[in-house]
């Protein structure tokens, strides 16, 4: 009983942190539950728990969302993440798992200093849906690389929210149709990725309650900053 206890409150907090800046909540899961279960048990368990969370965003900020932008991202995003999914089984996730951690700091630094942006523009939206579909397929944490793509576009917090999640829920309802199809899903891990991710909506409402009256360039540099965090939690913690 304590598991789900801890799993519980572990699920609010992510959605508190993922509410509020966009990613994050992959990223605080996943560690967690594989302690639990082990990473083939979480990947899958945290997807079904994210899926729901992300589209509690999308719904809160359905008025704001940039369809255009998410349709354009999902371009390529879509068949990648199809891709990354199947070569889940047999990718070292651990090893995996900590170099993108590695890059993922590296950007957060550079942000944070300002000596270089993603460009503005229809590449930047395909390319970036490519490599962010991949990785999530394949590790279940692509938060932050979705996230920086969808900063690139300067959006006030609540479309910037809402418009990430969107992309995001797409991303894993394929990721959860191809697990699957590769046995990787079954009724229990569906069921203890929907309890998780109710406690992720109660975490997102709360957090999309306040994220309004926030300054634009001080949330940058906030979610710059919880991108380092967790990110070396993650490392850590795999």
Same mark, same amino acid.
């Given at each position: 009983?304590?598991?789900? +206890? +801890?799993?519980?409150?572990?699920?609010?907090?992510?959605?508190?942190?993922?509410?509020?800046?966009?990613?994050?909540?992959?990223?605080?899961?996943?560690?967690?539950?594989?302690?639990?279960?082990?990473?083939?048990?979480?990947?899958?368990?945290?997807?079904?728990?994210?899926?729901?969370? #992300?589209?509690?965003?999308?719904?809160?900020?359905?008025?704001?969302?940039?369809?255009?932008?998410?349709?354009?991202?999902?371009?390529?995003?879509?068949?990648?993440?199809?891709?990354?999914?199947?070569?889940?089984?047999?990718?070292?996730?651990?090893?995996?798992?900590? +170099?993108?951690?590695?890059?993922?700091?590296?950007?957060?630094?550079?942000?944070?200093?300002?000596?270089?942006?993603?460009?503005?523009?229809?590449?930047?939206?395909?390319?970036?849906?490519?490599?962010?579909?991949?990785? #999530?397929?394949?590790?279940?944490?692509?938060?932050?690389?979705?996230?920086?793509?969808?900063?690139?576009?300067?959006?006030?917090?609540?479309?910037?929210?809402?418009?990430?999640?969107?992309?995001?829920?797409?991303?894993?309802?394929?990721?959860?149709?191809?697990?699957?199809?590769?046995?990787?899903?079954?009724?229990?891990?569906?069921?203890?990725?929907?309890?998780?991710?109710?406690?992720?909506?109660?975490?997102?409402?709360?957090?999309?309650?306040?994220?309004?009256?926030?300054?634009?360039?001080?949330?940058?540099?906030?979610?710059?900053?919880?991108?380092?965090?967790?990110?070396?939690?993650?490392?850590?913690?795999?």
């Amino acid at each position: 009983m304590s598991m789900y +206890i +801890i799993l519980v409150l572990v699920g609010f907090f992510a959605g508190l942190l993922s509410g509020a800046v966009g990613f994050g909540g992959g990223m605080i899961l996943l560690p967690v539950i594989t302690y639990f279960y082990g990473v083939e048990v979480a990947v899958p368990v945290s997807t079904i728990a994210q899926l729901m969370s #992300n589209l509690s965003k999308s719904g809160m900020g359905f008025k704001e969302i940039q369809w255009k932008q998410v349709g354009r991202f999902l371009i390529l995003a879509a068949p990648f993440t199809a891709l990354g999914a199947f070569g889940f089984s047999i990718v070292p996730k651990q090893l995996m798992t900590r +170099i993108l951690c590695v890059f993922l700091i590296l950007f957060a630094v550079v942000k944070l200093t300002g000596k270089i942006k993603l460009p503005q523009g229809k590449g930047t939206m395909l390319v970036g849906g490519g490599i962010t579909g991949f990785i #999530n397929g394949l590790l279940g944490i692509s938060g932050p690389l979705s996230s920086a793509v969808f900063l690139t576009l300067e959006m006030a917090p609540v479309a910037y929210i809402a418009s990430e999640a969107t992309a995001a829920a797409a991303m894993h309802i394929i990721k959860a149709v191809m697990y699957g199809k590769l046995d990787l899903m079954n009724l229990e891990i569906f069921l203890n990725g929907l309890y998780i991710g109710f406690a992720m909506i109660a975490g997102n409402f709360l957090a999309m309650k306040t994220i309004r009256k926030i300054n634009k360039k001080l949330y940058q540099r906030l979610v710059a900053g919880v991108m380092i965090a967790v990110s070396l939690w993650l490392f850590i913690s795999v």
